[in-house]
């Protein structure tokens, strides 16, 4: 019996801990936004110049490890939202 008690008391401890789903709608943004950088890399190019030192160019390139995996970004949008509110997608991803 004890035993038995120590693990609902366990239990109980970590699912204190687990996170609450999210909104469905907050969920979607954010999705949105991870299925988006999935679609392929994405960069900026900064070019500047000053009186000390002349011209300069920076660069940045960033890649997701879903566009490594090959993963399709509507894949990727409606697992994000299932991982996060443990529901599937309420409505279709809005790319801009």
């Known amino acids: 019996m004890r035993r038995f008690s120590f693990v609902v008391l366990l239990l109980t401890a ?23 950088s999935s679609g392929g890399p994405s960069g900026s190019v900064t070019m500047s110049m000053n ?14 490890g879903d566009y490594v995996r090959g993963l399709d970004p509507i894949q990727v949008y409606e697992m994000c939202v299932f991982q996060r509110t443990g529901q599937p997608p309420i409505r279709t991803p809005v790319f801009r």
């Open 51 to 64: 009186s000390q030192s002349g011209p300069s160019i920076d660069g940045e390139i960033m890649v997701t």
């Open 14 to 36: 970590f699912s204190a801990c687990a996170p609450a789903p999210m909104d469905p709608e907050r969920a979607a943004i954010l999705c949105e936004d991870r299925a988006r």
